[in-house]
């Protein structure tokens, strides 16, 4: 069985500049999660996804940050404009569907380097 | 809310030597508890949980767990480690009601040396 596919696993970009990442869940998971990680820290959760529906999204930066999940299989997190603060990995997770005790498999995650 | 706390930031030891990986969580409601591994350059992988039952829960590669309720811990502890378990461990927390985000702590760097 495949794992949660990311991409790309690294992106380098200049301040200010767009960047987007992709994350394709494992087949048959109905719950798709964005997390930021930054160095030297856990996962925060970004978003959470049940089917194409975004039913958490409290802690997205909405001024900048985005996310979708159209046919409610893969997705897209985006930041439009970078700041140098966002250089960290997003690492993207999977789950059957949302209960506190179904497993969350993460994919490899994205680095990216904001400079 | 809920919160973890993992003191050691890194832990160095040498093969073959017994280790433990510390976490404290707090939380006004039952919770359920989870280690994650994440090797260098990979995602992080489940390695253990409590959900209910037992007190003590093992993984298949030797780690063990012991949820303590009175003292709010569930540390992490192998008899013998090995080369290969050098990675980044993680301690998770969520409650049991409703939905409530999984909260990891900032996590503990094993390092085994020969």
Do not use: M
């Not at chain 1, 200049?14 to 990442?21: C, D, N, R």
């Not at chain 2, 253990?48 to 303590?68: C, H, P, R, W």
């Amino acid at each position: 069985e495949a794992g949660v596919v990311q991409s790309p696993r690294y992106k380098i970009i200049e301040k200010k500049q767009p960047v987007a990442f992709w994350c394709n869940p494992i087949s048959g998971h109905n719950t798709l999660y964005w997390y930021l990680q930054n160095l030297g820290q856990g996962p925060e959760l970004l978003i959470r996804y049940e089917n194409e529906e975004a039913v958490d999204d409290s802690q997205l930066p909405k001024d900048r940050f985005s996310a979708e999940r159209l046919k409610g299989v893969d997705s897209t997190l985006k930041i439009q404009p970078a700041e140098l603060g966002d250089s960290a990995v997003y690492l993207c997770a999977s789950s059957l569907r949302d209960t506190s005790y179904n497993e969350q498999f993460f994919g490899p995650g994205t680095r990216l380097t904001v400079l | 809310a809920q919160s973890v706390t993992q003191l050691d930031s890194q832990v160095p030891v040498f093969e073959e030597a017994p280790v433990e990986l510390r976490c404290n969580y707090s939380s006004s409601v039952s919770v359920y508890l989870f280690w994650y591994v994440q090797y260098p350059n990979q995602g992080l992988q489940l390695l253990l949980k409590y959900l209910s039952g037992s007190t003590l829960v093992e993984s298949i590669n030797g780690f063990e767990a012991e949820f303590n309720k009175s003292q709010t811990s569930f540390h992490l502890r192998k008899p013998s480690v090995h080369i290969s378990d050098t990675a980044e461990y993680f301690c998770a927390v969520r409650a049991d009601a409703g939905f409530q985000k999984l909260v990891f702590g900032t996590g503990t760097r094993l390092l085994v040396s020969p």
